[in-house]
């Protein structure tokens, strides 16, 4: 996700909770600008690993890239 500083979401796009702090990551969904808490940008990551499984070895660490 594209990190930028644009004045728009001043809460996280999801729970709503208020951006108070550096955690907040903030982008563009197309071209909706959003923000997301650090609770919420770690379940959209844990989805997104759910839906789309990692092809690697047993033994190996899924790179997740970032």
Do not use: R
């Amino acid at each position: 996700m594209i990190q930028t500083n644009h004045p728009l979401k001043k809460e996280c796009s999801i729970c709503g909770s208020e951006n108070t702090d550096d955690d907040f990551v903030e982008g563009y969904f197309g071209i909706l600008p959003v923000s997301f808490c650090v609770w919420c940008m770690s379940s959209i990551m844990d989805m997104a690993n759910e839906l789309n499984p990692c092809e690697c070895k047993e033994n190996e660490e899924p790179q997740i890239p970032i």
